[in-house]
C-alpha cells in the first residue's frame, strides 16, 4: 500500500534534480507518472529506475515553455493512465546578472519558465480536472517556488520576479478551483544541492550557463552553514512535495510553504 496508490502524476523537470526526486518518490508510493524533461536521455533513465523498482512511469519530453508540450503532457496522462491528480511544473533554471547588465530577453526567458509554464500546463488540464471532479477526489497542483521569489535575492531580479509571481498564480489557482476540489499549494526552496547550484557545471539551457561561478557557490554555501543551517537534498526537496501530494494534506490549500532547513526564520 502506498500513500499515492491509484494517483495520476506529471512532473516537468523530472530529469534531474527536484523533479526527478519527486518523481521516484511518488512512483515508490503508487502513483503512475508521467516524467518530463527537455532532455530525453535523463527522463528516460529516470522511468528506467522506476520500472526497474516496480514503479508506473512514461517519459513525455519537451520544451515547456511552449503550450504545444504542456498539452501533450496532460494528453500523455490521460491516454497512458486514464486519469490525472497531480501537476508538479517543477522544470526550470536561472539566467542571472545584475540589472542593469540584464537584457529585457534574459529577464523575459525567466517569466517564460517559471511563470508562463506552469500556467500552461494548468490551462490545459483544466478540462480534464473539472470532468474528474464529479469523483470528489481532491486533485493537486504544487508549484515551486524559490526563496529568491519569496525574499528577493541579489543577481536574480528576472527569476525573483517570475518565482514571486507563480505564488500569486498559485494562490488565484487557490481560489478559482475551489469548485472544482484542485487544491493548489507551492514551495519555495532555500539551496538544494542540484545541477542547477552546482559550481561551474559547464552545461547550458537556451544560452543560459547552469550552475554557479564556483566563488557564488562557496559564498552562498557558507551564507547558509554560518546561519546553522544546510543545503538539502533533492530527496528531501522531494519530501516537502509529498507531504502536500497525499491525501492526508488534504485540508491544506493556498499555502506558500519555504523549505531552507530553517535559515530563513
Ligand atoms: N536547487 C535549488 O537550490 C532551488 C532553489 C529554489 C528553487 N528551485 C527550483 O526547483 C526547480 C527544480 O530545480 P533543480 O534544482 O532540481 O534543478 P535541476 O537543474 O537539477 O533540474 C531542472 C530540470 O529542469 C529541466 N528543464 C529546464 N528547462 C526546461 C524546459 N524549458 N523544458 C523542460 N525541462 C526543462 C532541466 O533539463 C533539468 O533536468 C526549478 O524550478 C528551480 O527553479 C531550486
Given at each position: 500500500?502506498g500513500?499515492l496508490d491509484?494517483k495520476v502524476a506529471?512532473i516537468?523537470?523530472a530529469g534531474?534534480?527536484?523533479g526527478a526526486a519527486v518523481a521516484k518518490l511518488f512512483a515508490s508510493q503508487g502513483a503512475s507518472v508521467v516524467v518530463s524533461d527537455?532532455?530525453e536521455g535523463p527522463a528516460q533513465a529516470v522511468v528506467e529506475e522506476i520500472k526497474k523498482a516496480g514503479g508506473k512511469a512514461i517519459a513525455c519530453c519537451?520544451?515547456?515553455?511552449?503550450?504545444?508540450?504542456?498539452?501533450?503532457?496532460?494528453?500523455a496522462a490521460?491516454?497512458s493512465f486514464?486519469?490525472?491528480?497531480?501537476?508538479?511544473?517543477?522544470?526550470?533554471?536561472?539566467?542571472?546578472?545584475?540589472?542593469?547588465?540584464?537584457?529585457?530577453?534574459?529577464?523575459?526567458?525567466?517569466?517564460?519558465?517559471?511563470?508562463?509554464?506552469?500556467?500552461?500546463?494548468?490551462?490545459?488540464?483544466?478540462?480534464?480536472?473539472?470532468?474528474?471532479?464529479?469523483?470528489?477526489?481532491?486533485?493537486?497542483?504544487?508549484?515551486?517556488?524559490?526563496?529568491?521569489?519569496?525574499?528577493?535575492?541579489?543577481?536574480?531580479?528576472?527569476?525573483?520576479?517570475?518565482?514571486?509571481?507563480?505564488?500569486?498564480?498559485?494562490?488565484?489557482?487557490?481560489?478559482?478551483?475551489?469548485?472544482?476540489?484542485?487544491?493548489?499549494?507551492?514551495?519555495?526552496?532555500?539551496?538544494?544541492?542540484?545541477?542547477?547550484?552546482?559550481?561551474?557545471?559547464?552545461?547550458?539551457?537556451?544560452?543560459?550557463?547552469?550552475?554557479?561561478?564556483?566563488?557564488?557557490?562557496?559564498?552562498?554555501?557558507?551564507?547558509?552553514?554560518?546561519?546553522?543551517?544546510?543545503?538539502?537534498?533533492?530527496?528531501?526537496?522531494?519530501?516537502?512535495?509529498?507531504?502536500?501530494?497525499?491525501?492526508?494534506?488534504?485540508?491544506?490549500?493556498?499555502?506558500?510553504?519555504?523549505?531552507?532547513?530553517?535559515?530563513?526564520?
Open positions: 500500500m500513500l491509484g506529471v516537468t523537470g534531474r534534480g527536484i527537455l532532455d519537451g520544451n515547456v515553455m511552449e503550450e504545444a508540450t504542456n498539452q501533450a503532457l496532460i494528453k490521460v491516454d486514464k486519469g490525472l491528480h497531480i501537476l508538479v511544473p517543477c522544470a526550470g533554471f536561472c539566467n542571472d546578472s545584475v540589472i542593469q547588465k540584464m537584457s529585457l530577453e534574459v529577464f523575459r526567458q525567466m517569466v517564460a519558465i517559471h511563470m508562463e509554464a506552469p500556467w500552461m500546463l494548468c490551462r490545459a488540464a483544466y478540462p480534464v480536472f473539472k470532468e474528474a471532479s464529479a469523483d470528489g477526489v481532491i486533485r493537486k497542483v504544487i508549484f515551486i517556488s524559490s526563496e529568491a521569489g519569496s525574499r528577493g535575492n541579489a543577481g536574480q531580479t528576472n527569476y525573483a520576479s517570475a518565482k514571486s509571481g507563480v505564488i500569486g498564480l498559485m494562490r488565484t489557482v487557490a481560489k478559482e478551483w475551489l469548485r472544482i476540489r484542485v487544491n493548489s499549494n507551492c514551495i519555495a526552496f532555500g539551496f538544494v544541492d542540484t545541477r542547477l547550484t552546482q559550481a561551474d557545471c559547464g552545461s547550458t539551457i537556451m544560452g543560459a550557463k547552469i550552475g554557479l561561478p564556483g566563488n557564488l557557490r562557496q559564498m552562498a554555501e557558507q551564507g547558509v552553514t554560518m546561519r546553522g543551517g544546510r543545503l538539502l537534498t533533492p530527496e528531501e526537496g522531494a519530501g516537502s512535495i509529498f507531504c502536500l501530494a497525499i491525501p492526508q494534506a488534504d485540508g491544506i490549500n493556498g499555502q506558500l510553504v519555504e523549505v531552507d532547513s530553517g535559515v530563513g526564520i
